[in-house]
């Protein structure tokens, strides 16, 4: 009888996808799924066009543009594009219009029902599948590990390198298991289980890992939470993020439009489920969290590790026993506009972003609109906006009637897209202007030159809206 | 990529240390949808003075550029090594590199020479007046005074900058193995194999 030694899922999906092996370990690794947006696509493509080569695989290969696209009207009553001011970001998006029908790439265009985040696309199209390897030049590629797919981000010579071969030089990582055991209390949800984690972990304890989250938290999240937890994978320094595919993520999967059929569903179900970590299989570290421990989160600083519970109080830089965390956490103070000890909840918030593709599908939008409807955004919160992942999140928010919900709380309904999550389209928050943001980034600048972001999840920021600061949403529902 | 055996000619004696990817390209550079005219970005803030050296008239387009420890640290943008390339610079000399930037540098074919630091400082003192000398293929870097110094580089990066091989034209070289791949996924997971295709 031949045994095998037990594997992790990452072990699993990483052995079905070595083309070859190298001596000094590095292995030439098979990409199943390219995803292309308009910001580090072009350079790719033109040297492509300077070395006359081809796309490999355009058929596994999926283009749309996300960063640069105003989340207001993009065509006219005529129905002609409104033209996009910024000269810089129209030239990207002019540019993937024209290359990826000219490397005869599948694109997905601004005014297309099915254009979107990248990262909300993907699993919405049925294009990013369990088991997969799926590549985007963006770090939050690991998104899509929420579906079982070993996902992650790459630079520019990495997509030109994976459009002409279809493969990346890659060496493998270590492997860390993250464990969330218990049950979530009420009000609580995956992107405070996320931003736990990252608060535990701090911004570089993933560094050089691929991290498998396991545990009873995990299995009962729906597949949007748990895109949601794959997400900031990054944000706690990870490669990948990884969730193993149960029932539910078949559920999901199936019937989509780039899903598997027939005779091929079958082969892939019977495959995915045998990709879950054997009993006995190693990890290289793992991390264990009590569910009891997570509370509605909220960060307070510029890192995405500085996390507090909403109930708790801005920290005292003295506080951190590393002395570079001192002096990151008084600078980051200092750029938040914080006092040490103050309460969270005492927060003034001018701004609400709902969106990004962390918290845009439909799951979100319910959980916020749960918390505004018959309720009004506070007159201090100057502006509210929600962005939908994906123009079907929108459509499907809009026959449930969501749009009205938010619409009359005082909220904008825009268009799909990236949009304030880094601001390179027009939608920014002011300088020295605070925003309650469902996004995975409160780096310094992010979300435009001067914003004060505090991560949140949708039904917190929602909260926030409603009362003019940084508020528990406990106290709400 | 084009071959690098020899380089030869001015070098920048610039020996600032812990020059980070924002002083060699502003962000600002960032949206571009170009390699190509990265150049004019490269330096900028350095270059608000009248006087500097990469836009003095001795200096100006010089395939070498000498710089102290850790340079190229701070983001990975691959913007960095671009700007270089479209300044002319083909060798950095420096005592340290950021493992990103040197990444960077040798897909795009800069070669990246790490001598110490009193090296550095003799060949900054002999690129003010005369030219450097680089030779990969017995790794030496020399000047027109019997100077003589031996760097190490990765046999593999080597190989590559010397052959004019980019990484995609080596991996598309294994295209029968990357082929026969494929096929063995058609036969066993025919569902990773069928993309967009499927499509109505
Ligand atoms: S929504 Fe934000 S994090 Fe996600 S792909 Fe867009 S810019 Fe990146």
Redesign the interface.
Do not use: C
């Given at each position: 009888m031949v045994t095998t030694k037990p594997r992790t899922l990452y072990q699993k999906i990483w052995d079905?996808h070595v083309?070859?092996r190298r001596d000094d370990g590095t292995c030439?690794v098979?990409i199943?799924?390219h995803l292309v947006h308009e910001v580090t696509s072009?350079?790719a493509f033109?040297?492509l066009r300077l070395?006359g080569?081809t796309v490999?695989?355009p058929?596994?290969?999926?283009a749309v543009p996300d960063h640069n696209l105003p989340t207001t009207a993009r065509r006219d009553a005529a129905g002609q594009r409104i033209p996009i001011a910024d000269g810089?970001?129209a030239?990207?998006l002019a540019?993937l219009e024209r290359n990826a029908p000219a490397f005869g790439i599948?694109y997905i265009g601004d005014a297309d029902r099915e254009q979107g985040i990248v990262h909300v696309v993907g699993p919405e199209q049925g294009?990013s599948?369990p088991?997969?390897t799926i590549v985007c030049g963006d770090s939050h590629t690991a998104c899509h590990g929420g579906l079982g797919a070993l996902a992650f981000g790459i630079?520019?010579?990495e997509v030109?390198?994976v459009l002409?071969?279809?493969?990346l030089?890659l060496k493998q990582s270590k492997s860390m298991e993250v464990r969330v055991e218990g049950e979530l209390a009420p009000g609580v949800s995956a992107k405070d289980v996320v931003l736990h984690i990252t608060g535990v972990l701090g911004a570089s304890g993933g560094t050089g890992y691929v991290i498998e989250y396991t545990g009873s938290v995990i299995r009962a999240l729906s597949i949007e939470g748990r895109l949601t937890v794959s997400n900031m994978a990054i944000e706690h320094g990870a490669r990948a993020g990884l969730i193993a595919p149960d029932a539910k993520t078949i559920v999901y999967v199936k019937g989509r439009?780039?899903a598997?059929?027939g005779?091929?569903?079958d082969?892939?179900v019977a495959?995915w489920q045998s990709l879950a970590t054997d009993a006995g299989a190693q990890y290289d570290k793992v991390v264990v969290i009590d569910a009891a421990d997570i509370a509605p989160s909220v960060t307070w600083g510029t890192s995405p590790e500085d996390v507090v519970p909403i109930s708790g109080q801005v920290p005292a830089p003295d506080s951190f026993a590393d002395a570079s965390k001192r002096d990151a956490a008084a600078k980051s103070l200092a750029y938040m506009g914080l006092e040490p000890g103050q309460p969270m909840t005492s927060v003034e918030i001018q701004n609400v972003f709902i969106g990004s593709c962390t918290n845009s599908r439909i799951e979100d939008l319910r959980a916020a609109a749960t918390v505004l409807r018959g309720r009004r955004k506070a007159d201090s919160v100057k502006w509210a906006i929600v962005v939908p992942g994906s123009g079907l999140v929108k459509a499907m928010a809009e026959a449930e009637g969501l749009d009205r919900v938010f619409v009359e709380a005082g909220f904008e309904w825009r268009e799909p897209g990236c949009s304030a999550c880094l601001g390179?389209n027009p939608d920014k928050v002011p300088a020295g202007e605070r925003c309650a943001s469902t996004s995975n980034r409160n780096f310094v600048g992010r979300q435009g030159p001067g914003a004060r972001t505090h991560l949140v999840s949708p039904a917190m920021a929602a909260a926030a809206a409603v009362m003019g600061h940084l508020t528990d949403v406990r106290d709400l529902i | 990529m084009e071959p690098v055996t020899t380089i030869d000619g001015r070098a920048y004696p610039f020996g600032q240390k812990n020059v980070d990817t924002d002083v060699i390209i502003p962000s600002h550079w960032l949206?571009?949808?170009?390699?190509e005219g990265l150049g004019r970005g490269a330096f900028e803030s350095l270059r608000q003075d009248p006087d500097n050296l990469f836009d003095s008239a001795e200096f100006t387009g010089s395939p070498i550029l000498i710089a102290g420890d850790n340079f190229g640290c701070g983001s990975?943008r691959?913007h960095a090594a671009?700007a270089l390339l479209d300044l002319g610079v083909r060798a950095v000399i420096a005592p340290s590199f950021s493992d990103i930037f040197s990444g960077?540098a040798f897909?795009?074919g800069i070669l990246t020479v790490v001598l110490p630091q009193d090296a550095i400082d003799r060949l900054v003192e002999v690129a003010r007046t005369d030219p450097i000398h680089i030779d990969l293929d017995s790794q030496t870097v020399t000047t027109p005074f019997q100077d003589r110094f031996v760097f190490e580089i990765d046999a593999f990066r080597k190989e590559c900058l010397i052959g004019g091989l980019d990484?995609?034209?080596l991996?598309?070289a294994?295209?029968d193995?990357?082929s026969g791949?494929?096929d063995a996924?058609r036969a066993e997971?025919?569902?990773?194999a069928?993309?967009?295709?499927?499509?109505?």
């Open positions: 079905a083309v070859e030439l098979y199943d799924r072009p350079q033109e040297a070395a080569r490999r695989r058929d596994l290969t999926l810089e970001s030239a990207q540019a599948r294009f599948l088991g997969a630079g520019t010579s030109e390198h002409a071969t279809q493969t030089l439009p780039y598997p059929k005779d091929d569903w082969k892939a495959w390179m | 949206k571009t949808i170009t390699r990975s691959e671009w960077n897909k795009n990484e995609v034209g991996t598309m294994r295209g193995a990357i791949f494929e996924v997971r025919p569902f990773l069928r993309g967009v295709e499927l499509a109505a």
